[in-house]
């Protein structure tokens, strides 16, 4: 088989938070992935799908301890272990197409996603394998040279069958632990001219650059997949609140724009974002695409650029409590605990506004109003965290940072869905922000 490997950043390098140990435990109950643990090129732990996946007799009943290489197509073995060693190497995650053995001795197709991680100061490596008998065929094992079609050539990313696949197991997940999910559907307007006005070598240039803007702008957990020259979907497989996945579908947005914004003769090119949030848009992976291209149609009104959440999401979005300043949220220090105050009362009047039908303008400037109050807030938070700002703190402080980057890019294409979601935003932030611990250590 004609192998393709592919190493990113760590999530960590691209400011999001590891999940790793959670999301292995989740995998290795939920028995839906086949999944492994390596270290030290044996395997440490295998969930019960890898097993029905290779077939249940010897040794696969028992393969914990053995050596990885054991359940490898010999031809493949060099280049497992190559990149097992750059996931260590490279401290990322990385994707690599080969063989595996099945217990009566046939090779099956796999992609093994691995991503390197430190567990008890112990280098270790998890490995999710994606069967890839449906899109080669069975006959896989005996064309090494066969390209799977549940790939991308261009960008490496997953077709629409794969990620429909994918859209199965995260959504089922996503069900047995109550939590949300999102499909944001891209359409990047002016891109496929672009490409057909260009030479191949030029065009594949441009094509990796944008392939590799998507990918930063998600987590290693999550899935990019390219449905057609223009149109892509990322996968989000885990949310923690609705907004989250308008702050992303805004994110790409901006990174889109910024790739090029530098160039009049592509300068054009734009991203239009529909997206669906699982369980309020759907709970089937073709409802939640329908749901997004829906939103995708509103996102393409919009003009250049921008994003428009389903409707379930944005009535969802519509009920905003005002909040409460409680004792607990005192600090002691005078200077920030009047900021403090100042920040929920002016985001309760932001609420309020918005309840009485202002209009997206006004609002706007308002929201914008209370970011530029944030940046102040935030330098008299600095002086209260040691001589060196932040010191001891740059996680509160990139979190800072972080929250105002996602207003502006909310706010890049400004639209009554936008100015919703900005609001929602800043809304669900005050109280965290109020009880930031590292902020009170330091104080």
């Not at 050596?67 to 010999?74: Q, T």
């Not at 999910?181 to 030029?202: G, N, Q, W, Y």
């Not at 987590?219 to 497989?237: C, G, I, M, Y």
Request: net charge negative.
């Amino acid at each position: 088989m004609t192998t393709l490997t592919r190493y990113s950043p760590s999530a960590n390098d691209r400011g999001f938070t590891s999940s790793t140990d959670d999301l292995g435990a989740a995998l290795l109950k939920s028995g839906l992935v086949p999944f492994l643990l390596v270290h030290a090129g044996s395997i440490v732990a295998a969930s019960p799908a890898l097993r029905d996946m290779l077939g249940g007799t010897s040794p696969y009943h028992h393969i914990d301890g053995q050596r990885l290489a054991s359940i490898v197509a010999e031809p493949d073995r060099g280049a497992v272990e190559e990149f097992c060693n750059g996931l260590l190497r490279s401290g990322g995650r990385g994707e690599l197409r080969c063989h595996l053995l099945q217990a009566g001795g046939n090779g099956v197709p796999v992609l093994l996603g691995g991503n390197a991680i430190a567990a008890d100061a112990l280098q270790q490596i998890v490995l999710l394998v994606t069967d890839l008998t449906p899109w080669v065929g069975e006959d896989a094992g005996s064309s090494p040279g066969a390209l799977p079609g549940a790939f991308d050539p261009a960008t490496g990313f997953a077709t629409r069958g794969l990620l429909l696949d994918r859209m199965k197991i995260a959504l089922a997940t996503a069900r047995r632990h109550r939590r949300r999910a999102a499909v944001l559907r891209i359409d990047l307007e002016h891109f496929e001219p672009l490409l057909l006005s260009l030479a191949p070598a030029a065009a594949g240039e441009i094509e990796a650059t944008v392939a590799e803007t998507l990918r930063n702008c998600v987590r290693d957990s999550d899935t990019v997949a390219r449905l057609n020259r223009h149109e892509f979907v990322l996968l989000l497989s885990e949310i923690t609140e609705r907004d989250d996945a308008g702050v992303s579908a805004a994110r790409v947005v901006a990174a889109i724009g910024a790739l090029f914004d530098g160039n009049a003769a592509q300068g054009r090119v734009s991203a239009h974002i529909g997206v669906a949030v699982y369980p309020t848009d759907g709970t089937h992976p073709e409802h939640l695409l329908h749901g997004a291209d829906a939103a995708l149609g509103h996102a393409r009104r919009l003009g250049r650029g921008g994003f428009a959440l389903a409707d379930a999401t944005t009535a969802e979005l519509t009920t905003i409590e005002p909040l409460e300043f409680r004792p607990e949220y005192n600090t002691g220090v005078a200077d920030i605990d009047a900021d403090h105050q100042a920040l929920m009362a002016r985001t309760n009047a932001l609420v309020e506004s918005h309840k009485s039908g202002a209009a997206p303008s006004t609002l706007e400037a308002e929201v914008r109003s209370i970011a530029q109050f944030l940046r102040q807030h935030f330098s008299h938070e600095a002086r209260f965290l040691g001589s060196s700002p932040y010191e001891g703190s740059i996680d509160l402080k990139t979190r800072n940072l972080r929250f105002l980057d996602e207003l502006e890019c909310i706010l890049l294409h400004v639209n009554a869905q936008s100015v919703l979601l900005a609001i929602r935003h800043l809304h669900d932030w005050v109280v965290p922000h109020l009880l930031e611990t590292d902020f009170k250590r330091a104080s």
